[in-house]
């Protein structure tokens, strides 16, 4: 028996390959849209796909199992209570996949979608007794999965469901058996994720607080309580995968473009993205893009900012842009046109004009800070979790993803607004975006919260 664990940085999402060396098969367990990873690692070893597990109807990201099954011939299995309309094996509750002479037993955990399901996994080798649990979005470590992604009117069904799942499912399980879940700290599905690649029943039962509590209600409220807002893209992902995603190869490629016509699809509509550094952002950008530098907050933040109903069209420094869109269809962003040739070196030979954003040190800010005639607003966009932490003395919140979603920022328009995150990096989103907007008297402050404490500068705050 061999268990590998593919990670995918920005979702913070891990996929599981579980195989049966002697007979050379493998079952894939929530595979990603780009599947090379797993082909590649079976291929090395001479094995082969033989089966491909859901544990449930993903909101997070684009499911990968029409793409692997196009790839290797392999049949899916999902919940039969999902009713996705792709073809595939549907599961019920203590059915079984065999993956050579390894099993998957589906345990139904319903709580955070109604029809999911983790893996129970017995090797005969073993013995009778499951080695391993694969729990999908139903437990995480230190957490449990969020029950609010379907709207209001069944988060307390599903918060409810949850409870039953913990007491009735998961705490009858042997202390002993592995767990290994669908996502690590960074997530939104969960509230507060552990970041360890495993756990145990026994470790989430001693320090899980999904299973300290004393009762359902006490249960519902423990869970909802200071739940963060999920990404509005969630609800589109949940359609995509419910019918199952386009196959990449049925995707256009997008094109190298030049500035006249990146200027000319910008007029005509397209969402121009520039995916460099917040700094290099600052020192000079096309007019009206927005901000979402590539890394691993890229594809969380093009989730909050791009419409699916429009072209994409990116800005970057280097030869990245096959990264870039790998990161957008992850995420079901397939309308990606092309990428600016030549960047904004190119831009600026073309004799158009470049929009900037002024960058401020901590220290500078402090210094506008202490002129208050100056009419300085200080925008915080942190979430609200952190501004209740700790905070600038007289700045002024709203979360980021309010404002990108079309909230106006508590500022009066007019004096100069300097926003502040953790880093620089939402300030520097949030700032694209109102900039587009028509806002004007926008600062970054670069190093955000996490330079201001580094200096010691004033806090207010818990």
Request: charged share 20%.
């Amino acid at each position: 028996m061999e268990i590998e664990r593919v990670f995918t940085p920005g979702l913070a999402q891990v996929a599981y390959l579980v195989a049966d060396e002697t007979a050379g098969v493998v079952a894939v367990i929530d595979p990603r849209r780009d599947v090379d990873a797993y082909t590649a690692w079976t291929a090395a070893r001479g094995y082969r796909i033989g089966a491909i597990l859901e544990t449930h109807v993903h909101a997070d990201f684009v499911s990968g199992a029409r793409e692997l099954a196009a790839a290797t011939g392999a049949p899916i299995y999902v919940s039969r209570l999902g009713e996705q309309d792709f073809p595939h094996e549907p599961l019920d509750d203590r059915a079984e996949v065999g993956v050579g002479r390894l099993r998957l037993r589906a345990l139904w955990t319903p709580g955070h979608t109604p029809e999911h399901l983790s893996y129970l996994l017995t090797d005969p080798a073993r013995g009778p007794a499951p080695v391993a649990l694969f729990s999908g979005d139903a437990l995480f470590v230190g957490e449990v999965g969020r029950p609010d992604l379907l709207g209001e009117e069944q988060t307390r069904t599903l918060a409810g469901q949850l409870y039953h799942t913990v007491v009735d499912r998961l705490s009858r399980l042997d202390d002993a058996l592995v767990v290994y879940p669908g996502h690590t700290a960074g997530s939104a599905c969960g509230k507060k994720i552990g970041d360890a690649p495993h756990t145990t029943i026994g470790q989430e039962r001693c320090f899980n607080y999904a299973f300290q509590a004393r009762s359902k209600d006490a249960f519902v409220r423990m869970v909802l309580d200071g739940m963060p807002r999920p990404p509005t893209y969630y609800p589109v992902l949940k359609r995509v995968n419910k019918a199952g995603a386009p196959l990449l190869r049925e995707l256009p490629a997008g094109d190298s473009l030049a500035a006249d016509e990146v200027a000319s699809r910008q007029a005509a509509g397209a969402m121009v993205v520039d995916a460099r550094s917040p700094a290099r952002f600052g020192e000079g950008h096309v007019p009206n893009a927005v901000f979402a530098g590539l890394g691993p907050n890229f594809s969380a933040w093009m989730g909050w900012l791009a419409p699916y109903d429009r072209d994409l069209i990116l800005v970057l420094d280097d030869d990245r842009f096959e990264e870039a869109r790998t990161e957008l269809r992850r995420i079901g962003l397939d309308r990606v046109a092309g990428f600016l040739a030549g960047g904004m070196a190119a831009w600026r030979a073309s004799g158009r004009e470049s929009a900037t954003l002024p960058q401020w040190s901590v220290h500078d800010l402090a210094a506008g800070l202490a002129t208050p005639a100056n009419g300085l607003t200080v925008l915080d966009v942190r979430a609200d979790t952190e501004w209740g932490s700790e905070r600038i003395p007289g700045a002024t919140h709203r979360f980021a993803g309010e404002i990108v979603q079309g909230a106006e920022p508590p500022t009066d328009g007019t004096g100069e607004v300097a926003l502040i995150c953790g880093s620089g990096y939402r300030s520097s989103v949030v700032a694209s975006v109102l900039a587009a907007r028509g806002r004007r008297g926008l600062i970054n402050v670069a190093g955000g919260m996490a330079a201001w404490q580094e200096a010691g500068l004033p806090v207010d705050g818990s």
